[in-house]
Each structure stands twice: as C-alpha cells, then as structure tokens.
C-alpha cells in the first residue's frame, strides 16, 4: 500500500520534496508509521491552504499510517516568519487558546478517529512547550541550532534584505519551536514523518536535526506544494477576502460558487489535490473535456466533491438548490438557512428599514440599495422588470413600497428578494 500511496502522491503532483527519498521509502515500507502535520492558530477557522497537507494526512491513513494532527497553541503565539513580508501581529494567549480549539475540531472532520487500526490523534504543542522554562529551552534545544544556518534560510534572507523588514528574535526562535515539536512527537509517539507546504522545508529540516541529535532517531520529511493559480493570483482568495473552511466565515453556497468558478487552466490540477477520485478517472474527464466546447464538466465535479468532503451532502444539496434559484430568478422555494447563506455571502444584501416607505418611490428605495440609478430602475419598472418574491411589479406600483414590503410579504417574516432584469439582484432583510 505505500507504495501505491507514494505512486498516487507523485501522480497528483503533491510531492514536493522529500529528505533521503530511498530510505524514506524503505521506512515506509517496514511497517505502519506515524506521521505529522502543524497548523497555527492564527485565526478562528483552517483555510483552502491548510486543505492539501490536511488531505495529504488523510491520505497516509488511508494506506495505514496513524496520523497526527498538531495544533499550534504555542507556535501561534509567536509566529511563523516563513516568507511572511513583515511581523505578525501577536494575538493574546486567550484568544489563540480560543482558536487552537476551533482548529482542532476542523481537523477531526478530515482524519479518522474511531472505527480504525490507525485512529488519528490530535496534540497541542502548547502542553509541552507551556511547561519548559526559557532556561531549558535555550540549554536543551537552542544549542543544537546553528544561528548561521538559520541566518542562510530563504525565508530569512527576504526578510533581512527587505528594507525596513527584518526580523524579531521572536520569530527567528518559531524554527527552534518547531522542531522541538518533531523531537517531541518522536518521543512521545514514535513520530518519524513530519509533512507540510513547501514553504516549511527549513523548519521540517531542522526538525529532523534536532530528533537525531536529542533522540538518536531517523526522521523524515516531506514537502507538498504550495497552491498557485495559472493567472497568478493567489488561490483561495476572493474579492471578499480568503475562503474558510468554517461555515460561518464562508458559506457552503460560496464555497461551492469557489470551485465552479476555477478555471480551465487550474481545474484538473485541483482534482488531483483536493480529491480523492482516482487519477485515471481524473484524466478522463480531462480528455473527455478536450472535446467539448463551452462549459467543462470538470468544475462541477469539482465543486461538488469538495463541497460534501468539508460540508456533508445536505450542504451539497443546499448549494445546488441556491444556484439553480439564482440561475432561474425564483428563490421562493429555498430555505430560511440558505436564504441566509445569500445574505452572509452569496449576493449584495442590505437591511431594510420600513419607517417613511410610504413617501419614498421604488426608485429611491432600489437605487439606495445599488441597484442601478434612478433612471434605470425607472426603466425597469417600465418594462415590469422588477421582481420582488417573485412578483413583478411596474410604474403603477411605484409609491407603493410600504405595501410592497410589508412584513406579511416577507419569505419567512424577513426577506425579500429582488431582482431587476436579468442579472441584477439584492436580498433585503427587515430591520427588526
């Protein structure tokens, strides 16, 4: 099975890199191993980044390997400058206390924990970095670190020669951190695999150093790559900021519309690294697609794998329900939940207040809202092309915006949908 694993890996294109690739492979062959996989607290939720290595976990347990998923109560304390443009910003021990749980309850949707040989195990590494005094720390672990190798890290040097940058002692200690952490694990659990982005190859290597000077022990590591967009610009980011994997930061609505919207150029790339369809059904919707013009069908199996992976198939289904809605115009069937999914981040939404709606025409209340101008929700209107809950509504209607809006009109005693023409639409929701 590992070597099937390693096989499938290098077909996906997520390996990166890999210390002593031969013996590597000859470790994983001896037997089932355990593995590790950081993941900084540095906000309420994982992100489409931290996806890959997650998946990349899932995976080594798939093949038998016991997983280990740390989360970085203590590392999110302080930092990881790794080809970061400036210092972070050091958030207070509550709130990344806070974090670090929100995270571990994230990462136990994607390993197995129960109903396995290899049941996965999640570790804090604020319980053993919490506990040592900086005498220990400099004495047992910051003798066996080299400041001139640590100086020489790429992610160093860019900051040192980035004007007005540099970098704290803060943040040049992250890499002594972290691989206390690989020692750690080693001790505790025999851990002999840490995986992570490219961008984490010093610190992984210095890990391993540190195992084999405190523990005699040979560790491995291995890098996946980090995800690039063929335009350029930075994958997981939208125009309304990252994409979380929580469902309350981004909506499972949106994060479908994140995947149908990928490009042709990136699609299958994406296939390969976000799911787990084989690689040989993967080239067949690749060339199945070469075939055909106008819309692939690679984007919606996509969307749709990603989607029941991270949020489950009601979730799915709810997704699919809303775009339909919004492809015909009609969303009076759709759910006060998903209907709520529109307003947190699927369309352009306001709250309404009713007071004065009497005096104020159709015109104003919809071009207020962004809508369009004055005149060309007057235009609209002309043609009928107002749709609100999926009534039509013209001149006649024009001062009737308090009747319009009436709270017994409202889907589900709050909103109202609407939309004018084809494309333009807003959620208005009653102010309470």
């Excluded at 670090?100 to 290899?118: P, W």
């Excluded at 690689?279 to 070469?290: F, N, S, T």
């Amino acid at each position: 099975m590992t070597a099937a694993l390693i096989a499938d890996l290098k077909e996906r294109g997520l390996l990166n890199q890999i210390t002593a690739e031969d013996e590597f492979n000859e470790h994983l062959n001896g037997g089932p191993r355990v593995l590790y996989c950081g993941f900084d607290p540095t906000a309420d939720s994982l992100h489409l980044g931290h996806l890959v290595p997650l998946l990349v976990l899932r995976r080594f347990q798939d093949a038998g390997h016991k997983p280990i998923a740390l989360v970085g109560g203590a590392t999110g304390l302080i930092g990881d400058p790794s080809f970061k443009a400036a210092e972070r910003q050091l958030n207070t021990a509550d709130i990344v206390a806070g974090w670090a749980d929100k995270i571990r309850g994230q990462v136990s949707q994607f390993i197995a924990f129960e109903g396995v040989e290899n049941p996965a195990v999640v570790v804090n590494n604020l319980d053993w970095a919490g506990e040592m005094n900086v005498l220990d720390f400099l004495r047992d672990v910051g003798k066996h670190f080299s400041v001139n190798a640590m100086i020489n890290k790429e992610s160093v040097q860019q900051r040192l020669n980035r004007e007005g940058a540099g970098i704290s002692f803060t943040e040049f200690s992250y890499a002594l951190l972290q691989g206390m952490d690989f020692a750690e694990l080693n001790r505790r659990y025999d851990c002999t695999l840490q995986i992570g982005g490219s961008d984490q190859w010093g610190n992984i290597v210095g890990g391993i150093d540190l195992s084999r000077r405190q523990n005699g022990a040979q560790t491995f590591g291995l890098t996946v790559p980090l995800v690039t967009k063929s335009d350029g610009t930075k994958f997981g980011k939208t125009e309304s900021g990252a994409v979380w994997l929580d469902p309350s930061k981004t909506s499972p609505y949106a994060f479908y519309q994140f995947w149908m919207n990928t490009a042709d150029a990136d699609v299958y790339k994406f296939l390969r690294y976000f799911t787990f369809l084989p690689v040989e059904k993967i080239a067949e919707i690749e060339a199945h697609d070469a075939t055909i013009e106008g819309r692939k069908t690679a984007q919606p199996v996509l969307a749709e794998e990603v989607t029941r992976m991270v949020h489950g198939q009601e979730a799915l289904d709810s997704a699919r329900r809303i775009t339909e809605a919004l492809f015909s115009g009609d969303l009076t069937q759709l759910a006060e939940n998903e209907l709520e999914q529109i307003k947190q981040d699927g369309l352009p939404s306001s709250a309404l207040d009713t007071t004065g709606l009497a005096d104020k025409p159709l015109t104003a209340i919809l071009s207020e809202a962004g809508m369009g101008q004055g005149k060309q929700v007057k235009d609209a209107l002309g043609r009928n092309a107002v749709i609100i809950n999926g009534n039509a509504y013209g001149m006649a209607d024009l001062m009737k915006g308090e009747e319009i809006f009436a709270p017994d009109n409202a889907m589900y005693g709050r909103f109202f949908m609407v939309r004018m023409g084809k494309k333009k639409h807003h959620l208005f929701e009653l102010e309470k």
